[in-house]
T-cell receptor
Framework: DARVTQTPRHKVTEMGQEVTMRCQPI?????VFWYRQTMMQGLELLAY????????DSGMPKDRFSAEMPDATLATLKIQPSEPRDSAVYFC?????????????FGEGSRLTVL | AQSVTQLDSQVPVFEEAPVELRCNYS??????LFWYVQYPNQGLQLLLK??????LVKGINGFEAEFNKSQTSFHLRKPSVHISDTAEYFC???????????FGTGTRLTIIP
């Protein structure tokens, strides 16, 4: 059963520490998205890739966040340094793009708590 | 830019009763519309989508939605809900051919036994 895999599922860290979240998209999917979910802001798009190339990271705080796809099987989201306001659930999603644009498969999320 | 409004943050419904979750969108261009469901402590899962053609679209778990261009709405319906439908439901929009989704704030559906 193909699925998007995210690690870690839970992470508690202290302010100022570096956090790296990883995502393995579904094999054959060429688009990867990072979303952040909070009670206050809902689901926010942080970044997205097509064929490993970053297409849009306008939703991401550039000074502390970075997103990469070192290869087709791995996407990473890094926060350095982390702050309490970064506490949220971070979702990775993948898809095959056009003509099935918008049909995304989500991972179970990485719940981040920054103390 | 596109946007989505889900007017109801919470909807309680008795088991086996019908339900409608409302979604209105705003866009100056043609759009694709989606409903996603999020069960507790899980990621989102696609329920159904409208791309073109028939305005009534059927999805998984007995849900359906109707696209109404004049009212810019895409309401989700189910004729008889079950306890297992308890979840948060998100309406989403993307510009035609664009891969980016903009989500609404979600509607929490609670089923009362």
């Amino acid at each position: 059963d193909a699925r998007v895999t995210q690690t870690p599922r839970h992470k508690v860290t202290e302010m100022g520490q570096e956090v790296t979240m990883r995502c393995q998209p579904i094999l054959g999917h060429n688009t990867v998205f990072w979303y952040r979910q909070t009670m206050m802001q809902g689901l926010e798009l942080l970044a997205y890739f097509r064929n490993r190339a970053p297409l849009d990271d306008s939703g991401m705080p550039k000074d502390r966040f970075s997103a990469e796809m070192p290869d087709a099987t791995l996407a990473t989201l890094k926060i350095q340094p982390s702050e309490p306001r970064d506490s949220a659930v971070y979702f990775c999603a993948s898809g095959i793009g056009t003509p099935r644009a918008g049909e995304l498969f989500f991972g179970e999320g990485s719940r981040l708590t920054v103390l | 830019a596109q946007s989505v409004t889900q007017l109801d943050s919470q909807v309680p419904v008795f088991e086996e009763a019908p339900v409608e979750l409302r979604c209105n969108y705003s866009s100056s261009v043609s759009v694709y519309l989606f409903w996603y469901v999020q069960y507790p402590n899980q990621g989102l899962q696609l329920l159904l989508k409208y791309l073109s053609g028939s305005t009534l679209v059927k999805g998984i778990n007995g849900f359906e939605a109707e696209f109404n261009k004049s009212q810019t709405s895409f309401h989700l319906r189910k004729p008889s809900v079950h306890i297992s439908d308890t979840a948060e439901y998100f309406c989403a929009v993307s510009r035609l051919g664009n891969e980016k989704l903009t989500f609404g704030t979600g509607t929490r559906l609670t089923i009362i036994p």
